[in-house]
């Protein structure tokens, strides 16, 4: 596989892109995705949104990243983390209306995500920001330090917005974790999240816990399991999410 197959595949959802399919060819899972503690979000500190819950009852979530933010690989935005993310917010928090904005979209790279924030912050208002970042500069072998100046650029326009931010490192894929070397991507991401007080959901390290816990099989060729797999690590990864906003905002 080149490099150029290899950079269009991470901008896709880390290989978990399938062919489309009939929705009836994969259910949805209900199952609760058990998260590791040293994984899981218990102490997010999030004082812009506990704000806006206490005094106004109301929270707007901004999402943005590539691929599986946009929920490319799941085949249909009901099925991406966002939307399952606002579904279970509101069970959680059933007195705030509850809001999650997307702005992204395949192939993204982190500098047109910065390059359009400060106008997608004004236009929703949202007082927290998940931003998933780093998976087309590591399939393009783009420059770390590179990534980092995007990180710091867009660290300092959600403060300048006064919203909250979580950072998301890369996904996990066992048959990319064999032929890209994603650690330096993930350790600027953290670096530059710790330097600027950040939360840093490992993301990575989450997903690569499930497959080895046989949570989720990421190794799966058949496209129906394939999607199915797809479908429900949205559902994870929104239910871990929900789980700490939900506890930092009451």
């Given at each position: 596989?080149?490099?150029?197959?290899?950079?269009?595949?991470?901008?896709?959802?880390?290989?978990?892109?399938?062919?489309?399919?009939?929705?009836?060819?994969?259910?949805d899972a209900t199952e609760s995705?058990?998260?590791?503690?040293?994984?899981?979000?218990?102490?997010?500190?999030?004082?812009?949104?506990?704000?806006?819950?206490?005094?106004?009852?109301?929270?707007?979530?901004?999402?943005?990243?590539?691929?599986?933010?946009?929920?490319?690989?799941?085949?249909?935005?009901g099925y991406n983390y966002p939307?399952?993310?606002?579904?279970?917010?509101?069970?959680?928090?059933?007195?705030?209306?509850?809001?999650?904005?997307?702005r992204a979209a395949a192939r993204?790279?982190?500098?047109?995500?910065?390059?359009?924030?400060?106008?997608?912050?004004?236009?929703?208002?949202?007082?927290?920001?998940?931003?998933?970042?780093?998976?087309?500069?590591?399939?393009?072998?783009?420059?770390?330090?590179?990534?980092?100046?995007?990180?710091?650029?867009?660290?300092?326009?959600?403060?300048?917005?006064?919203?909250?931010?979580?950072?998301?490192?890369?996904?996990?894929?066992?048959?990319?974790?064999?032929?890209?070397?994603?650690?330096?991507?993930?350790?600027?991401?953290?670096?530059?999240?710790?330097?600027?007080?950040?939360?840093?959901?490992?993301?990575?390290?989450?997903?690569?816990?499930?497959?080895?816990?046989?949570?989720?099989?990421?190794?799966?060729?058949?496209?129906?399991?394939?999607?199915?797999?797809?479908?429900?690590?949205?559902?994870?990864?929104?239910?871990?999410?929900?789980?700490?906003?939900?506890?930092?905002?009451?």
């Open positions: 596989m080149n490099a150029s197959s290899i950079s269009l595949l991470i901008g896709l959802g880390l290989l978990l892109a399938v062919p489309p399919l009939d929705a009836r060819a994969a259910t995705c058990p998260v590791p503690p040293e994984l899981a979000l218990p102490t997010l500190n999030l004082p812009v949104a506990k704000a806006a819950v206490a005094g106004q009852k109301r929270l707007v979530i901004l999402v943005v990243g590539g691929a599986a933010s946009a929920g490319t690989p799941a085949h249909g935005r939307t399952r993310l606002e579904t279970l917010l509101r069970d959680k928090l059933p007195d705030v209306e509850i809001s999650v904005v997307m993204r790279t982190a500098h047109v995500t910065v390059d359009r924030l400060a106008v997608d912050l004004e236009e929703c208002g949202a007082q927290l920001v998940i931003w998933g970042a780093g998976a087309m500069e590591a399939g393009q072998r783009t420059e770390v330090q590179l990534l980092a100046r995007e990180l710091d650029a867009g660290i300092e326009k959600v403060a300048a917005a006064h919203a909250d931010l979580v950072l998301m490192d890369l996904q996990y894929a066992p048959n990319i974790a064999r032929l890209v070397d994603l650690t330096p991507y993930r350790d600027i991401a953290k670096s530059t999240g710790a330097a600027h007080g950040v939360v840093v959901f490992d993301r990575y390290e989450l997903m690569r816990a499930w497959n080895e816990n046989g949570v989720l099989n990421l190794n799966a060729t058949d496209p129906k399991e394939r999607l199915t797999v797809t479908r429900r690590l949205s559902d994870c990864l929104a239910e871990t999410l929900a789980n700490g906003i939900a506890a930092a905002v009451r």
